[in-house]
Structures are given as structure tokens and as C-alpha cells.
């Protein structure tokens, strides 16, 4: 019978890349402009959800559509529920020009298959479909219900799970596939926050005025892009000093100039492995003078204090053994009438109070002069690594790859927070390049075959 359901695993392959690409083909970022009572997260986002259940439905589940919020598919019966966690939401493509393939195309070039949401999160929730499919035409005898549970708003404050869980029931154990392999049983807390500055706009002198600033989407990702525009012209020199920056492009229109940044994105719980385009502005901005003078002073300090992964220039390097070292993203920078906004994305131990972390930061913003405020404080979950959900998560992964892996700790963020006894597993294996939020994402079809079977074994083990 296992063996059986591995084979039928590979013989519906290419059935599931088909789904797969049909779903990348979809742009599902939530657009606030678009949202309505009946689109709660924006046309494509519905869209894309109901592609995932005519899918499900085509196959033979049970369904259901939560209001666009959310919505699941679902095999077998019995009061045992095992849930399954994904999401089809992705964040932006960032600058197209960073892909060198199109990322919604949902092509194939030399065995990967490209686009955004192909492994964070589309591409192991069909995994996921077909794995419970396999299981089920086997000839398993389920004794309770598999439901994979799909949301839209994963990747800008979870309310499509906050949705779920107001009406619908509660698995009494569950993973999600949005992370690493072998298995997730700690995730950092996830803090997000902002400094603001008001200031004086009136022009005083000759030197050029600064009059917007703009750049970051999303506080989990690294920006890639950033720009400042001025009234009035640059000195020879001063623009000479800044064609020689990293990452600095100057350009302009009549009666004013504009530096623009260029970076690398990647996963805010990951910044190191990107290149942050509002850092680099800050630092452009920082070597030369400009007006209002206020504001100028501001963002000086703000280019030392604001620089670098780990929160050494505030004061906020912080770690413990069990999670690992705290993470900075300085996401996103805005300047709108009269007030300039920079925004950050911080990923502390699970050994860490939001509170402390709260208190530090607030002293820090008030010594450069700024306002300090709270977003929201995701807390971290821990899992004992004795569990019995671990122990079978991690012979399922034994199974198909041999490993006897112990579990990690990451700085992302799952749904797996809003329910009991659930972790992350998978799908990014050990050694390969994590390419989440980042240019020409993408997952190996040998890979995508590989979790395709690792997730049948767990949920056979799940469903005992």
C-alpha cells in the first residue's frame, strides 16, 4: 500500500505541475486598493484561491470557501482532525529586471521551475494535494479527516488565519509546509515597529531640498529599491561622490535631482543574504548637506544607527542558544508631508520579551530625536522536540531521505503560531539556496517530486 502510494505519486507528477503553474500564473499580492467586502484581500487573491479548490474539487475533496479568506480541502471522516497549514498569498516581484525569468510565467528552465510563490508557499501546498491524493487512492483506511487549510493574508498580518480559526474547527495537530527541512520547532518572534520624525519644511537656504522619500514594500522583505528626489541641482562634486557610491544611480528632471538605490531583496528573516537599498540611500544621504536641516540631522544618525542585520547601531543585539541571534531589517522609508517614517522588521529569540525589546528600541528612537511606535509583536513558539508530532515529522523525512536530521530554529513566521501543537516542515532542504521573497524563486522539479512524497509518509503517520 506505501509503496503503492509512492507510485501513484509519480505517475501524477506532471498533472500537478500543470495545477502548480496555473496557480503561479496568478498575481496573488494583496493591493489595499483592491480590496472590497467580497474580495477581503483583493481580486487575484479570491482568485487564486478558488483555482486552488476547482483543483481540489477536480480530484475528489470536500471544499470550502471561507468568505475569500481562507479556505480548505479536505479526505476522510472520523471526530480526529490533522491540519495542514499553507498559504497562496506571495510578496511582490520587486524589480523585474532582477528575474531572468518572468515571475508569474510558471516556466520551466532546466529542471526548475520559476516563479513567485513556487516555494513560499503555492508550490507545497499542491505538493500537499497531491501527497493526500496519493494516500487516499492507495487504499489507506482513513480513521479521521486531513484538511489542508489555505489562506490568502500569510504574508501581510495573517488575518485569513485569525478568520479561520473565529468559525471553523481546530486540528488537534498540524504542520505547515513554509519553511525548512528536517523540521521547525522554534520560530523567533517577529516585531515590527517604526521611528518617525516631524519637521519644519520651510527651505532656508541654497543648498538643494530635499522634498520625498520612498522605498520598501513590506516589512518582511528586504528592499531592493529606494529613492530620494530634490529641489534644485547638485554641486559637481557632491554628485561625483555619489555616482561613487555602492548602489547609487543619480538621474534627474528640470528644476530637480533624484539618487536612486539599487539592492538586493531577500526574506526579512534572512537579511544577510540580501543588499538593503533604504540602508544605502540613508548612507548617500548622509554624505553631503542638504535641507530642511532638521531632517537632514535625522537621517544622518539614522545611516549609523540603522545599519547593518543585527541591531548593533541601536543597542539590540540580542541571542540565546536555543533560536540564535536576533535579525534588523530597516524595511521600508517615507516621507510625507512633513513627517518621515522608517520602518523595521525585527526577528528576536524565543528567549526574548516583545516588552524588553520594545523598551530598548523607544530609548534608542528617542535619543535621535524620533517617535517610537509599536506595529505588532508576533511571539515565538517552541515546541518540546520530544513530541510525538515531531518524532513522526521526523520519520517521514527519514523515510524518503535517509537523514536523521534534529530539528532547527528560523527567524520566519508560520501559521503554525496560531495553533496548538504545530510546526514548520519543509520545504527548503539543507544546503540548497533559500530563494524565498527573492529574484527567480524557484523549486527543482527532483525537489518538488521529493516533498511531494516526504508529505504523503507524514501524513499517513499524522493520520495513525
Given at each position: 500500500?506505501?509503496?503503492?502510494?509512492?507510485?501513484?505519486?509519480?505517475?501524477?507528477?506532471?498533472?500537478?505541475?500543470?495545477?502548480?503553474?496555473?496557480?503561479?500564473?496568478?498575481?496573488?499580492?494583496?493591493?489595499?486598493?483592491?480590496?472590497?467586502?467580497?474580495?477581503?484581500?483583493?481580486?487575484?487573491?479570491?482568485?487564486?484561491?478558488?483555482?486552488?479548490?476547482?483543483?481540489?474539487?477536480?480530484?475528489?475533496?470536500?471544499?470550502?470557501?471561507?468568505?475569500?479568506?481562507?479556505?480548505?480541502?479536505?479526505?476522510?471522516?472520523?471526530?480526529?482532525?490533522?491540519?495542514?497549514?499553507?498559504?497562496?498569498?506571495?510578496?511582490?516581484?520587486?524589480?523585474?529586471?532582477?528575474?531572468?525569468?518572468?515571475?508569474?510565467?510558471?516556466?520551466?528552465?532546466?529542471?526548475?521551475?520559476?516563479?513567485?510563490?513556487?516555494?513560499?508557499?503555492?508550490?507545497?501546498?499542491?505538493?500537499?494535494?497531491?501527497?493526500?491524493?496519493?494516500?487516499?487512492?492507495?487504499?489507506?483506511?482513513?480513521?479521521?479527516?486531513?484538511?489542508?487549510?489555505?489562506?490568502?493574508?500569510?504574508?501581510?498580518?495573517?488575518?485569513?488565519?485569525?478568520?479561520?480559526?473565529?468559525?471553523?474547527?481546530?486540528?488537534?495537530?498540524?504542520?505547515?509546509?513554509?519553511?525548512?527541512?528536517?523540521?521547525?520547532?522554534?520560530?523567533?518572534?517577529?516585531?515590527?515597529?517604526?521611528?518617525?520624525?516631524?519637521?519644519?519644511?520651510?527651505?532656508?537656504?541654497?543648498?538643494?531640498?530635499?522634498?520625498?522619500?520612498?522605498?520598501?514594500?513590506?516589512?518582511?522583505?528586504?528592499?531592493?529599491?529606494?529613492?530620494?528626489?530634490?529641489?534644485?541641482?547638485?554641486?559637481?562634486?557632491?554628485?561625483?561622490?555619489?555616482?561613487?557610491?555602492?548602489?547609487?544611480?543619480?538621474?534627474?528632471?528640470?528644476?530637480?535631482?533624484?539618487?536612486?538605490?539599487?539592492?538586493?531583496?531577500?526574506?526579512?528573516?534572512?537579511?544577510?543574504?540580501?543588499?538593503?537599498?533604504?540602508?544605502?540611500?540613508?548612507?548617500?544621504?548622509?554624505?553631503?548637506?542638504?535641507?530642511?536641516?532638521?531632517?537632514?540631522?535625522?537621517?544622518?544618525?539614522?545611516?549609523?544607527?540603522?545599519?547593518?542585520?543585527?541591531?548593533?547601531?541601536?543597542?539590540?543585539?540580542?541571542?540565546?542558544?536555543?533560536?540564535?541571534?536576533?535579525?534588523?531589517?530597516?524595511?521600508?522609508?517615507?516621507?510625507?508631508?512633513?513627517?518621515?517614517?522608517?520602518?523595521?522588521?525585527?526577528?528576536?529569540?524565543?528567549?526574548?520579551?516583545?516588552?524588553?525589546?520594545?523598551?530598548?528600541?523607544?530609548?534608542?528612537?528617542e535619543k535621535l530625536g524620533g517617535k517610537f511606535f509599536v506595529d505588532r509583536d508576533k511571539k515565538p513558539l517552541f515546541v518540546d522536540?520530544?513530541?510525538?508530532?515531531?518524532?513522526?515529522?521526523?520519520?517521514?523525512?527519514?523515510?524518503?531521505?535517509?537523514?536523521?536530521?534534529?530539528?532547527?530554529?528560523?527567524?520566519?513566521?508560520?501559521?503554525?503560531?496560531?495553533?496548538?501543537?504545530?510546526?514548520?516542515?519543509?520545504?527548503?532542504?539543507?544546503?540548497?539556496?533559500?530563494?524565498?521573497?527573492?529574484?527567480?524563486?524557484?523549486?527543482?522539479?527532483?525537489?518538488?517530486?521529493?516533498?511531494?512524497?516526504?508529505?504523503?509518509?507524514?501524513?499517513?503517520?499524522?493520520?495513525?
Amino acid at each position: 500500500m506505501e509503496d503503492l502510494m509512492h507510485k501513484i505519486i509519480d505517475e501524477d507528477f506532471e498533472d500537478l505541475m500543470k495545477d502548480l503553474q496555473s496557480s503561479l500564473m496568478i498575481r496573488s499580492v494583496y493591493d489595499e486598493a483592491f480590496v472590497s467586502v467580497e474580495h477581503p484581500f483583493g481580486p487575484e487573491m479570491s482568485e487564486a484561491l478558488e483555482d486552488f479548490l476547482k483543483c481540489a474539487e477536480k480530484l475528489g475533496f470536500n471544499t470550502a470557501n471561507i468568505s475569500n479568506y481562507a479556505g480548505y480541502a479536505e479526505i476522510g471522516s472520523g471526530e480526529k482532525l490533522v491540519g495542514i497549514l499553507a498559504h497562496l498569498d506571495v510578496v511582490p516581484e520587486g524589480e523585474t529586471s532582477a528575474w531572468t525569468v518572468p515571475p508569474y510565467s510558471g516556466s520551466v528552465v532546466d529542471g526548475r521551475l520559476y516563479g513567485r510563490g513556487s516555494l513560499d508557499d503555492k508550490g507545497p501546498a499542491f505538493s500537499v494535494l497531491y501527497a493526500m491524493k496519493a494516500l487516499r487512492d492507495s487504499g489507506f483506511k482513513l480513521d479521521c479527516r486531513i484538511r489542508l487549510i489555505v489562506g490568502l493574508d500569510e504574508e501581510s498580518g495573517g488575518r485569513c488565519i485569525a478568520r479561520y480559526l473565529e468559525t471553523e474547527e481546530i486540528p488537534g495537530s498540524s504542520f505547515s509546509p513554509d519553511a525548512n527541512f528536517p523540521l521547525i520547532n522554534a520560530e523567533k518572534g517577529i516585531f515590527h515597529c517604526w521611528v518617525e520624525k516631524e519637521f519644519s519644511d520651510e527651505r532656508k537656504g541654497s543648498a538643494p531640498h530635499l522634498i520625498s522619500v520612498k522605498g520598501g514594500d513590506r516589512y518582511n522583505v528586504v528592499p531592493d529599491s529606494a529613492e530620494a528626489v530634490f529641489v534644485g541641482h547638485f554641486e559637481e562634486n557632491i554628485i561625483n561622490k555619489l555616482k561613487s557610491a555602492k548602489g547609487v544611480i543619480i538621474g534627474g528632471r528640470e528644476g530637480s535631482t533624484i539618487i536612486r538605490t539599487k539592492g538586493v531583496s531577500a526574506h526579512a528573516m534572512s537579511p544577510e543574504l540580501g543588499t538593503n537599498a533604504v540602508e544605502l540611500l540613508l548612507e548617500a544621504l548622509s554624505s553631503f548637506d542638504w535641507e530642511p536641516k532638521e531632517l537632514s540631522d535625522f537621517l544622518h544618525q539614522a545611516a549609523k544607527s540603522f545599519k547593518g542585520t543585527e541591531g548593533a547601531g541601536i543597542g539590540l543585539e540580542r541571542r540565546d542558544e536555543v533560536s540564535g541571534s536576533l535579525t534588523f531589517n530597516t524595511a521600508m522609508i517615507r516621507l510625507e508631508n512633513g513627517t518621515c517614517r522608517i520602518s523595521f522588521d525585527l526577528r528576536y529569540p524565543v528567549t526574548l520579551s516583545g516588552d524588553e525589546l520594545a523598551e530598548d528600541f523607544k530609548k534608542s528612537a528617542e535619543k535621535l530625536g524620533g517617535k517610537f511606535f509599536v506595529d505588532r509583536d508576533k511571539k515565538p513558539l517552541f515546541v518540546d522536540p520530544s513530541s510525538p508530532l515531531i518524532k513522526k515529522l521526523l520519520e517521514a523525512y527519514k523515510k524518503v531521505t535517509g537523514s536523521t536530521s534534529e530539528p532547527i530554529s528560523i527567524g520566519g513566521g508560520t501559521y503554525c503560531r496560531y495553533l496548538p501543537n504545530s510546526v514548520s516542515f519543509g520545504p527548503v532542504f539543507p544546503g540548497d539556496p533559500d530563494v524565498i521573497h527573492q529574484p527567480d524563486e524557484h523549486v527543482t522539479l527532483e525537489n518538488l517530486r521529493k516533498i511531494t512524497h516526504i508529505y504523503a509518509e507524514a501524513i499517513m503517520l499524522l493520520a495513525v
